[in-house]
């Protein structure tokens, strides 16, 4: 198979092999999917250009057939080469009048009929990757024969167990992510923007190895940062600033997600207690992450150790794979048995009092990637230190 | 307003005031949007964590009261920063069981009646930012006084026509992915690989000024590709092939889409017939590009100077702006009126016959981005050389 990546056939087989049994357990005939991740994951081949929005590309996995992908007639050349599947349908688009509707309800009506029911991504965190028009569409005209119900859990449900290929593709995102802080940590003085920031370190987690950079988060401020969610401003560092980055690197299409934290030049005690605190609660976390204990369990653990188990973050951590997030969430309410394969990140936050001059309400989070293993945990990220790191 | 680009409330007024007219015209009571292009558009605010699908974000346009965002609470504090909305409502996420599902259905409830529809994203070319299955709960749930119908089509055509400054962002857009053409002209020899192209492509557009680039397609081969829509693979170069760039840079989440091509060296007489045709059918095409001609029309005169008309790509070209593509197609069936204020690309492209030693069919395109004046318009895109270039 083609593309930047091999992956053998063997592995795909594996996952529809899995699928099928998921099926069958859910009383589904076939799988439809149209999310960029699904696609990978299934079909071997996500095209590259999923940014635009004309274009709709679906891969339908069967019970009792083998899967075929029903695509725009611009992505046959490329996805010959790279899926591993044999069965490719097309139609010449763009055709806004039915982009693919009629091919689709063609196929999913001529499949083998045994539960009458057909799973498409529809459930919590989920996108589909079409237009809601016409996925009704398809839903009203199979409504005699076939009822549209939600394979988006059963979904989340395979792709939480990673395989070792998978693994060593978050392990080079990973890398390379590290590769960027390692240069940021060099190149960070008072002077430089945030705005300089988000884009060096792009570049350098690209020339690291990474091949995309969907999400750079900075925050920046004196004593520290208000939010590690949004994109870079103008701002400059000034000593006494603490900077928090947090990323967001692909290969292979698999995600990096951990975050870093430093100090320019110095800070107030409140932060360097903030970040041991947060850093402790991690240290804990650690002891019990293994397959068998709850998400719910996990977040508790951590939450004892926080002054504020609140934060507006409204988890300490989720799963991490072909999307940035993935279930489970750690989180109270999400009682997910976490399983061996998964990779979750470990990411408690909460919101401080500066003490420096600046005064006021400051957040600090901590994030880093665990791989589940049988019987315990691996850490997939380089520990950040134990203590607020001054650069 | 915060963030890296300052746009002012004034144009954001304008927007809302010209979105209201289309309203009325619709007979729409609200439209209601979750795309992070349209968040971005109408609220000034689109979540830099829109990678992640666990929380949906909505902005709800009234036709007859002030326009308001119901976010998660994560992203309260860079929401108020940055957006010109000052109603802002939240709900502590995630919470799969309610992800801002009722709130949203209580807000449009509560909204003046005139027509009972409210307009969501459901038409071609677009793509909703939540699950389908809370979608669906929305609709039912408002089912006995409102109506959800399509709003796609009235956002695409506020947004086809750009501001003095939406066109300032493009413009930064297409020079940041001008300068990593520059410096890959000045890079590319025998033995670059496909790979190294794409990650160096995009930290020379990150360092030109670019902030993201979620697309750079790469292909290349003796005396020509055979797509443009793909990624890179581990393909290195030889003495007489073809590259072609196609990107893919944004700027304040405006996009550049054009492409370059270079012969290694060296290539077959048919490349590079292939290539002055194109771009000959491009020259003929900028003669007639202006508004009041149809997009259909755009396509005829490049049609009638290929020697085959039928790509598989399926178009000569599209709009472009805060998505990567968008209305209208430069298609045969598209007879969309081209009017002032629009982005489109020229993009022809054919099939040929490689003469080299290698032989077999190769693929050429190219593609420049345009403006429409009030009565022309103007390349923004620096001109591709008449001839094939040789590096």
Redesign the interface.
């Given at each position: 198979l083609?593309?930047?990546h091999a992956i053998p056939r063997s592995e795909y087989e594996q996952r529809c092999e899995r699928l099928r049994e998921l099926l069958l357990a859910c009383r589904l005939d076939a799988l439809v999917v149209t999310a960029e991740a699904n696609l990978r994951y299934f079909a071997g081949f996500a095209?590259?250009?999923y940014?635009?929005?004309?274009r709709p590309w679906f891969a339908v996995l069967p019970l009792a057939n083998e899967p075929f992908a029903i695509i725009?007639?611009?992505?046959?050349?490329?996805m010959r080469r790279?899926s591993w599947l044999s069965h490719i349908d097309s139609w010449?688009?763009?055709?806004?009048a039915d982009?693919g509707v009629s091919l689709l309800v063609e196929a999913l009506l001529a499949l083998p009929r045994r539960f009458g029911r057909i799973g498409?991504?529809?459930?919590?965190?989920?996108?589909?990757?079409?237009?809601?028009?016409d996925?009704?569409s398809v839903r009203d005209r199979v409504a005699g024969s076939l009822e549209a119900a939600?394979g988006?859990a059963l979904v989340q449900q395979l792709r939480g167990a990673k395989s070792s290929l998978e693994l060593s593709f978050m392990r080079s995102a990973i890398a390379a992510a590290q590769f960027a802080f390692d240069s940021l940590g060099k190149r960070v003085k008072p002077g430089l923007s945030e705005?300089e920031i988000?884009?060096?370190f792009?570049?350098d987690a690209?020339?690291g190895g990474?091949?995309?950079?969907?999400?750079v988060?900075i925050g920046s401020g004196p004593d520290g940062y208000?939010?590690i969610?949004?994109?870079?401003?103008?701002r400059r560092l000034l000593t006494g600033d603490i900077l928090g980055v947090d990323t967001?690197v692909t290969v292979a299409g698999y995600w990096a997600d951990f975050n870093r934290n430093m100090a320019i030049g110095r800070s107030c005690e409140e932060a360097h207690f903030a970040y041991r605190t947060l850093w402790r609660a991690q240290e804990a976390a650690m002891k019990i992450l293994r397959p068998g204990v709850r998400a719910s369990d996990v977040w508790r653990t951590m939450a004892d150790l926080l002054p504020s188990a609140s934060s507006?973050?409204?988890?300490m951590g989720?799963g991490v794979g072909l999307?940035?997030?993935e279930p489970p969430?750690i989180?109270p309410?999400?009682h997910t048995v976490i399983e061996a394969g998964m990779v979750v990140t470990l990411e408690p936050s909460f919101s401080y009092l500066a003490g420096g001059a600046s005064g006021g309400e400051r957040f600090m989070a901590l994030e880093e990637d665990f791989f589940m293993t049988d019987d315990g945990s691996v850490l997939l990220t380089g520990r950040a230190a134990a203590e607020l790191p001054i650069v």
């Open positions: 083609g593309g930047l095209p590259h250009l940014v635009s929005p004309t725009p007639e611009m992505g046959l050349a490329d790279e010449a688009s763009p055709r806004p982009e498409f991504e529809l459930g919590p965190e989920t996108r589909l990757g079409m237009p809601i028009a996925f009704l939600d988006g705005d988000y884009r060096t792009q570049a690209l020339l990474g091949e995309r950079t969907p999400y988060a208000d939010s969610v949004r994109g870079p401003t103008t967001g507006s973050v409204g988890r989720h999307d940035y997030t969430s989180h309410n999400d």
